[in-house]
């Protein structure tokens, strides 16, 4: 038998066995297996989903009345205007990612790793930390989730890869922009990030009313424990789609984390420039003069006005030397975070075309009359969260879509009186739903695990299914427990 037969064989007889161990399944796992199925042969690329939002724009454009020429104008006009944001964006993954691969968080995921007993134990408990971690940064969140999931596969044997995966990504697509790194909510509170365009509509939304809000918390809590539940339920018992299964843990690549990180490596210093490199006064030095601003901030302007964008990703850097101790362990971090980037930085200049196409053309004043023709001051939280969700799917990032989508959502909220700060919070819950289905923010995850968007995206589709309905009727239910409050100019 020839060795290409031989391999066919094998690969036949793991069909096989995978085939008749999902014959047992239970209903609640046998959907999640089925969707993650059809996800794996049907599921495009992320760009793909840009490209397509652009085109539709563009044709919305000409519908609402513009010239062809206009709208290429437009386009080319705002295909830089969200350079800035776009750098934020970049640093926020490279932030989180620097700090979940230091030394000290590397050994707290390694002792994580060790809890889970069970297979499902192990999924539920990754969904559980990877919402958790989440709401402190969605960027560290991916990461930290994606590093305990690597981990628990080689404690607990039978866990299905791809459900493992999609419950380290859960945060991104559930929690993450209610908590403390909402792209929307950081915006709106940071005066110098605003557009001017923007904020002569909503004037400056503080942290209070938006994140910090009950509601917005009471939402928080019944998704994570909606997701672990989910996931739980929706997980194989004991799967053949191990990690094995997709060639990602052959035995002789099992190596602890500190080895297969070389953030964490130590490299005897061979000259006087990498004894520099190596000396952790360096980082001591920087970053404590670091963390000294950052009090000063805080002690003048307070622990709400403090948290921009700008404030939170200086502190992740200065977290990120200290963590790291030595200057070439922190370089070396920032160098591997840097691919996880890629997607943002390629990606966010067409949305600022988007961008420049809705604000200049008639699209947004038309789209703020729509809402305010179809909607109540009751119904206008439902119908924000729809309408977010399923833009959501176009252009899947929650900052840029919602200087997208802010300049007529807030202008239709003002004419109906409903609340500024609520609408930002119905927007975060809603946006991150298509996050489940859409691949764009999957990438920094997929490189780590070393597996595709269309691997995930079936149990994902799952946890959104039942995200939808509890999103939908929390944001019209909470939204009756606020009153309206006029816009805060700078």
């Not at 595709?452 to 427990?481: E, H, I, K, P, S």
Request: aromatic share 10%.
């Amino acid at each position: 038998m020839t060795m290409k037969s031989k391999t066919a064989t094998r690969e036949t007889q793991r069909t096989q066995q995978s085939q008749q161990n999902e014959d047992k399944l239970g209903r609640f796992e046998s959907l999640g297996v089925a969707l993650a199925d059809w996800s794996q042969r049907w599921f495009p690329d992320a760009f793909v989903f840009a490209l397509l939002a652009l085109i539709v724009v563009f044709l919305a454009g000409m519908l609402a009345g513009s010239r062809v020429r206009d709208l290429i104008d437009y386009f080319g006009q705002g295909f830089w205007s969200l350079i800035p944001f776009t750098m934020q964006m970049a640093m926020i993954i490279i932030g989180g990612y620097v700090v979940a691969v230091s030394p000290p968080v590397s050994r707290i995921i390694q002792r994580l790793s060790r809890i889970p007993r069970t297979p499902r134990h192990a999924i539920a408990f990754t969904a559980l930390f990877s919402m958790l971690v989440s709401l402190i940064s969605w960027g560290m969140g991916i990461i930290f989730a994606a590093l305990l999931a690597r981990q628990i596969v080689r404690h607990v044997r039978g866990i299905d890869y791809r459900a493992i995966a999609a419950a380290a990504y859960l945060g991104q697509g559930t929690v993450w922009a209610l908590g403390l790194s909402s792209s929307a909510a950081l915006l709106m509170a940071s005066p110098g990030a605003i557009p001017p365009a923007l904020i002569a509509i909503s004037g400056v939304i503080p942290l209070r009313q938006t994140i910090y809000l009950w509601q917005s918390m009471v939402i928080a809590i019944v998704l994570i424990c909606s997701g672990v539940l989910v996931a739980y339920l929706s997980a194989p018992a004991h799967s053949v789609k191990t990690a094995e299964w997709f060639g990602v843990h052959e035995p002789e690549t099992v190596r602890p984390l500190e080895q297969v990180e070389p953030a964490a490596e130590r490299v005897e210093p061979a000259t006087k420039g990498e004894w520099l490199e190596n000396l952790p006064l360096l980082s001591l030095v920087v970053g404590v003069l670091g963390f000294i601003y950052l009090a000063r901030l805080l002690a003048a302007r307070g622990p709400l006005a403090v948290l921009d964008l700008n404030t939170y990703n200086f502190f992740f850097l200065m977290a990120g030397l200290l963590l790291h101790w030595r200057p070439r362990s922190f370089t070396q971090a920032v160098s591997n975070a840097v691919p996880a980037t890629s997607g943002v930085l390629i990606q966010f200049p067409f949305y600022g075309g988007i961008f420049g196409i809705v604000t200049m053309s008639p699209i947004a004043a038309g789209m703020a009359r729509f809402f305010v023709h179809v909607s109540s001051r009751a119904s206008f939280p439902l119908l924000v969260s729809i309408y977010s969700a399923v833009l959501g799917m176009f252009v899947p990032s929650g900052g840029s879509k919602w200087v997208i989508e802010a300049p007529y959502v807030l202008q239709a909220a003002k004419d109906l009186h409903v609340h500024l700060g609520w609408v930002v919070q119905v927007y975060n819950a809603s946006e991150a739903l298509p996050n489940l289905i859409n691949p764009f923010w999957m990438l920094p995850i997929l490189g780590i695990l070393k597996l595709r968007a269309r691997d995930l995206v079936g149990f994902t589709a799952l946890q959104c299914m039942v995200n939808v309905v509890l999103v939908l009727f929390l944001v019209w239910t909470l939204a009756r427990t606020l009153a309206y409050l006029p816009p805060l100019l700078p």
